[in-house]
């Protein structure tokens, strides 16, 4: 009696101690698979990282850029999100979506100050393309065949543009936009698998947090400058147009290392944007906007005679040429005399602005970071 006693006694302090190390156990076998990517710090888990193996990894979606976190996505929906370089993964599983896509293709070109509705439809329907009466767009060619080969309508959405030229930042080329994602056609890669690109539009999209927002209804660009400022190198980090002024008093001089024009923008205010080194990359900041504070009739410090052939600027140009630095020296002498000029502005939401100098026809557009500027 006693020994079956003790027996049952031994079997159950092992089933018990079994119990014990199955239950300790159970966690580790439950606990979320993880990646992380010292590339950018963050990692990726659960079932973002099992969506992003299985749909193409880090060609599709580029690297995490944020930690998954809880957001509310446009005002509708809230939900545990990730940014990649690419896309921003949502998940649903608590709707029995699993995880989604976000629409950051549609939300690019909205911050562009181009809603996707506002786009221009195709004159025709080329042979051999499908047409989504969905949106009114057509889908063609090499990026007819990227769509359906690598996802269609859940990776991409919809087309919601024709193909059209752009520049995005040092490239130049052909691309599309779908509710999801843009497509750029790589000529350069052509006969390798990266010839049609998936643009970096988690990037570009998480860029604009913080950034002044578009009135609504969006204001559309002025002056007809759409032409120039859709040519720039920048066009996409500028986004939302926002305010605008026609025909400011201005004035305009050159420099030997750059230029500087003046605004009177009436109640906002008087400004001098300097341009340093124009013409030439500069690995310092390449503009500035600074408040003109010159007053007619101020005293103004001398300064020696310039070389023959150059010039030494007047008033409020003058005031920030002399400055600390001494007669101009970060900026040479001007090449020609300051002359009067009349300019139409556009202001940006992302704090870019373009100038159009409307009697020598010049255009100076400025990027939202203080080293982006070109000249059209």
Known sequence: MYRRTLRTSVIMVLALALLATLTAAAPARVQARTRCFPETGYCVSGRILDYWERNGGLAVFGYPITEQRTETVEGIWTGPVQWFERDRLEDHSNEGLGVLAGRL????????????????????RPEGCRFFPETGHTLCGIFLRYWERNGGLMRFGYPISEPRIETLEDWTGTVQYFERRRMEHHTELAGTPYEVLLGLLGRDVLNTRGMPSCEDPIRPVAFGLETRIGESRFRNSLFCP?????SAPA?????QHGAMIWLDLGEAGRSIIVVKDAGRPAPEPSYMITEDRYREGEPLPPAADPPPGLYVPVRGFYKIWYGSRGQGQWIGYGTAPERAERANVQFF?????????LETDQVWIFGPRYNYWEQR
């Not at 911050?111 to 786009?119: E, I, M, T």
């Not at 926002?242 to 026609?246: L, S």
């Not at 939401?349 to 100098?357: A, D, I, Q, S, Y």
Request: glycine letters at 16%.
């Open 105 to 124: 293709g549609a939300r690019v070109v909205e911050l562009q100050g181009r809603p996707w509705q506002s786009l221009p439809e195709p004159a025709s």
């Open 242 to 246: 926002d305010r605008a002024y026609a």
């Open 251 to 255: 004035a305009f001089q050159p420099f």
């Open 349 to 357: 939401g992302g704090g870019g602005l373009v100038v159009h100098l």
